[in-house]
Nanobody, 123 residues
Framework: VQLQACGGGLVQAGGSLRLSCAAS????????MAWFRQAPGKEREFVAA????????YYAASVKGRFTISRDNAKNTVYLQMNTLTPEDTAVYFC?????????????????WGQGTLVTVSS
């Protein structure tokens, strides 16, 4: 599975962005998917995850209520809708494909990673 993330950019605080992650390969629809992010000088952190069917999602406390993860298995794509952005959301955002169809907060549970897309939120 190859993952290509896009949709990052510069946005003012309070604004919105939608990230997309397009996957190649036939096993996308069998895998859980997630978004992680890494701010400068910080470790990579979990943002949101969705199981293989889209029926189960999980969010980091810092983004719950503001971000929404979704997927379209027909398009082999997972999305992250980000609303009410703050400067603390500034980071490189990575999409990742789980080994299985589950949800996990742990980076070691994810087999494939996209290249990352930069989100910058100005105050």
């Amino acid at each position: 599975v190859q993952l290509q993330a896009c949709g990052g950019g510069l946005v003012q605080a309070g604004g919105s962005l939608r990230l997309s992650c397009a996957a190649s390969g036939r096993t996308f629809s069998n895998r859980g998917m997630a978004w992680f992010r890494q701010a400068p000088g910080k470790e990579r952190e979990f943002v949101a995850a969705i199981n293989w069917s889209g029926g189960s999602t999980y969010y980091a406390a810092s983004v719950k209520g503001r971000f929404t993860i979704s997927r379209d298995n027909a398009k082999n794509t997972v999305y992250l809708q980000m609303n009410t952005l703050t400067p603390e959301d500034t980071a490189v955002y990575f999409c990742a494909a789980h080994f299985l169809g589950d949800i996990s907060l742990l980076t070691r549970r994810y087999e494939y990673w996209g290249q990352g897309t930069l989100v910058t939120v100005s105050s």
